[in-house]
């Protein structure tokens, strides 16, 4: 990584005075030096991109590849980073390094890291469905299958697959879910980059922007649920959705009849996007999709302030936390 930053004029120093973690002098090509302190991370997907801790201070992300989306997450935070394959993000008002699209070595990659089945559409169905539920995971294939409304096979598939990666053991007939921290992280990534965008069935424009605050009741009567950034507001109240989004089977029509809701010509401030489990919404509260899925598209927005959203509900939410406990 030194050799490429050298390249570009960027020299590096190990500051081996400081007894708190690794850090660098990095002196750009005008002379002038700053001090980081380096976060290192083994992988960087879009997903952990959006949530790596960064320190007080000037922080400098280090890891093998930032893919692009992975990039764009980190500027969007305004995180400098550098990795192997010679890809870097350094900005100050005197001097911007920025190198893009470089791929890493073709023997760094890893693509059994990420079995077919487990993380395709149709298996990201299954994970998520354990996610959500990891209790779930000792139940009857058919259970799992009507959960996530996939096959048999494809239940069997991936259960084979995280039980190959480590994400399930087996005792006997007795499965725990394990890992779950990073086969969150995975599925995130993989939502992200393979489901979201085609999940969108309509979009619509409302007059009333604040319509979904009196909309609870009409989402029920269409068996719908909130998700993205008005599921993100309704779990903790920090973001002002910009962006209404509803999970349904089909179109909410007593929703859309009740609020006056049209067809938008554009892009739209209402998502109605498929509703791809199958399990029932709790009675009491609002009705939401689970908490998993409402961070996923939140990170999928690639939205700064939607991300910031993103990292407190996965420091907040009790489902998300249980997830990072293992």
Not at 126 to 149: K, M, N, Q
Request: proline share 7%; with cysteine; aromatic share 6%.
């Amino acid at each position: 990584m030194q050799d490429h930053l050298r390249e570009l004029g960027v020299v590096v120093v190990e500051d081996l005075d400081d007894p708190t973690g690794p850090a660098w002098w990095v002196v750009l090509p005008t002379g002038s030096r700053h001090r980081y302190d380096v976060v290192l991370r083994e992988r960087l997907s879009t997903a952990t991109a959006a949530t790596v801790p960064l320190l007080d201070g000037p922080s400098l992300v280090v890891t093998r590849h930032v893919a692009d989306a992975a990039a764009e997450v980190l500027r969007g935070r305004g995180a400098h980073f550098a990795d192997t394959a010679g890809n870097v993000h350094l900005r100050w008002p005197d001097a911007v390094v920025d190198v893009r699209g470089r791929r890493p070595p073709t023997s760094e990659a890893r693509p059994a890291d990420r079995p077919l089945r487990a993380y395709s559409p149709r298996g990201q169905r299954v994970t998520f469905s354990l996610l959500c539920d990891p209790g779930t995971v000792g139940e009857s294939y058919r259970t799992i299958a009507e959960r996530s409304r996939t096959s048999l096979g494809t239940v069997q598939a991936v259960l084979e697959e995280l039980q190959g990666q480590g994400h399930l053991l087996v005792d006997g007939r007795r499965r725990t879910l394990h890992g779950t921290r990073l086969l969150f992280d995975r599925w995130v990534e993989a939502y992200v980059v393979r489901t979201a965008p085609r999940l969108t069935r309509a979009r619509f424009d409302s007059s009333d922007h604040s319509w979904w605050r009196h909309a609870d009741e009409d989402l029920r009567s269409d068996g719908a649920v909130w998700g993205g950034e008005t599921g993100a507001h309704l779990l903790d109240g920090f973001l002002s959705p910009a962006v209404a989004t509803v999970y349904a089977d089909g179109l909410p029509r007593q929703t859309l009849l009740a609020h006056r809701l049209r067809k938008a010509d554009g892009v739209g401030d209402v998502v109605v996007r498929e509703r791809f489990w199958n399990w029932p919404t709790p009675a009491e509260g609002h009705p939401l999709a689970p908490p998993p899925l409402v961070y996923a598209d939140l990170v999928a927005t690639t939205d700064p302030r939607c991300l910031e959203a993103a990292e407190r509900l996965r420091s907040g939410d009790a489902v998300l936390r249980r997830l990072d406990l293992s």
